[in-house]
T-cell receptor, first 116, second 114 residues
Framework: DGGITQSPKYLFRKEGQNVTLSCEQN?????MYWYRQDPGQGLRLIYYSQIVNDFQKGDIAEGYSVSREKKESFPLTVTSAQKNPTAFYLC???????????????FGPGTRLTVT | AQTVTQSQPEMSVQEAETVTLSCTYDTSESDYYLFWYKQPPSRQMILVIR??????QNATENRFSVNFQKAAKSFSLKISDSQLGDAAMYFCAYRRGYGNKLVFGAGTILRVKS
């Protein structure tokens, strides 16, 4: 089955520790995205990547870092510099520009990160 | 900058009835895409319906349809014959085009009463 996987579903960390959230897709999509969701708010874009070895900051990139070494993988690191890291994190991907609906985004199941 | 506004934090509907969720957006672009996403308690984001701005015809997907008013920058979602499984958070989203980010509204919680 094709899809986007995020692991783990729940993640707990102590304050001051860096933590990496996994996102893998086998849809052969070029573009991948990371969003943050806080209670009562919509999704906010952290980082996105349209191609391997390239990525751009979104609206709330401070305190986060990413890498895109493989087409299938787009891990997100929440660093100790992120002041309020506790949130729900969603990864998404988009089909290539030549596909029928290149504008759509497909989401993974998300990771709930709790930092205490 | 583009913004998306959902003015209804919460809505309720009786099972089998019809409900309309509102969404307005602000953009200076003429070509863009609009979406409604559903987020049930599992928190999985599910695409419900999409609309291309260059199309005048309103999109429909089974019980879901939209009322797209381009001049008014309005994009409402109508759910007909509401079912218990429709209960979720609904997000309106805007995208300028391929390679551009999705901009989300704050969401509307939909409750379905049996």
């Amino acid at each position: 089955d094709g899809g986007i996987t995020q692991s783990p579903k729940y993640l707990f960390r102590k304050e001051g520790q860096n933590v990496t959230l996994s996102c893998e897709q086998n849809l052969n999509h070029d573009a991948m995205y990371w969003y943050r969701q806080d209670p009562g708010q919509g999704l906010r874009l952290i980082y996105y990547s349209q191609i391997v070895n390239d990525f751009q900051k979104g609206d709330i990139a401070e305190g986060y870092s990413v890498s895109r070494e493989k087409k299938e993988s787009f891990p997100l690191t929440v660093t100790s510099a992120q002041k309020n890291p506790t949130a729900f994190y969603l990864c998404a991907s988009s089909p290539p520009g030549t596909s029928l609906r290149p504008d759509e985004q497909y989401f993974g199941p998300g990771t709930r990160l709790t930092v205490t | 900058a583009q913004t998306v506004t959902q003015s209804q934090p919460e809505m309720s509907v009786q099972e089998a009835e019809t409900v309309t969720l509102s969404c307005t957006y602000d953009t200076s672009e003429s070509d863009y895409y609009l979406f409604w996403y559903k987020q049930p308690p599992s928190r999985q984001m599910i695409l419900v319906i999409r609309q291309e701005a260059y199309k005048q015809q309103n999109a429909t997907e089974n019980r879901f349809s939209v009322n797209f008013q381009k001049a008014a920058k309005s994009f409402s979602l109508k759910i007909s014959d509401s079912q218990l499984g429709d209960a979720a958070m609904y997000f309106c989203a805007y995208r300028r085009g391929y390679g551009n980010k999705l901009v989300f509204g704050a969401g509307t919680i939909l409750r379905v009463k049996s």
